[in-house]
């Protein structure tokens, strides 16, 4: 428990530091803006277009009775809205770190510098470290998209389905965030996602503890343009609670 208000806390102390510091909220904003728009966009085009998208998904029905084709139609429908949902809010944050990448490092590096926290890093230029971040980002999205058609499938079982994929897809999405809010961290010392995974699979309660509440609060769309910069500065706490202080090399004789 001590461990799941930790990340937390870390969360906590996020909000905390961009409040205080009116410009790191702007700078932050700016990029989520973004990315929010492009999303929503998106979601409400499938919402426009979704009757014809489910018909065209569902031709086998087309000879059913009344009642029996609608019923499908509709769960088949809100299996798509809910798992559209899920692969925008957690592609959000990947794309949002993505397009704004520069400026999240230049918040995680204030909010280090205020904290005292170990700043160091592998000697990479920043174009390789800038290399690194889409490459991430990328596999990023594609997890998500497996965890979306996963999702997806599970939906299909009535009742027990719905509340299985809502649970699952917040705690597949906490995990997510947690994963790419760490990321750049990780990605100063030379770490790949692959490390950033391992790495939080030996600390899942701060991870959840970090991650579900910043997945929730992303969930609602003006709150996400304060969540993301004080989930980049609670992320990088929790990066450096994980990775601890950079291992220092022993002098060469």
């Known amino acids: 428990m001590s461990s799941f208000l930790a990340g937390f806390r870390a969360l906590g102390t996020g909000f905390g530091i961009i409040a205080r510091r009116p410009k790191l909220l702007l700078l932050g904003a700016l990029p989520a803006l973004i990315s929010a728009v492009l999303l929503l966009g998106c979601l409400g085009a499938l919402l426009y277009f979704g009757g014809d998208l489910v018909t065209w998904m569902t031709p086998f029905a087309d000879g059913w009775g009344d009642v029996g084709r609608r019923a499908l139609r509709i769960l088949v429908g809100v299996a798509l809205v809910g798992s559209a949902a899920l692969l925008a809010s ?87 965030v947690t994963v790419e809010m760490v990321g750049m961290v990780f990605a100063r010392r030379g770490l790949k996602l692959v490390d950033r995974r391992r790495a939080l699979r030996g600390h899942r309660a701060a991870t959840f503890g970090f991650g579900l509440p910043t997945y929730l609060l992303c969930l609602i769309p003006v709150l996400q343009l304060v969540v993301i910069p004080s989930a980049v500065v609670g992320g990088t706490l929790l990066a450096h609670r994980v990775l601890g202080p950079t291992p220092r090399t022993a002098p060469q004789h």
Do not use: C, N
Not at 144 to 155: D, E, P, R, S, Y
């Open 90 to 176: 957690v592609s959000f944050i990947a794309i949002t770190l993505l397009v704004g990448g520069p400026f999240y490092e230049h918040i995680a590096e204030k909010a280090e510098e205020e904290l005292g926290l170990d700043t160091s890093d592998d000697g990479a230029g920043v174009l390789r470290q800038v290399g690194r971040g889409i490459q991430d980002s990328v596999k990023l999205v594609l997890i998500a998209l497996v965890g979306a058609i996963v999702l997806f499938a599970i939906g299909f079982i009535p009742v027990a389905g719905q509340i299985a994929a809502l649970v699952l897809g917040a705690l597949f999405g906490a995990w997510l």
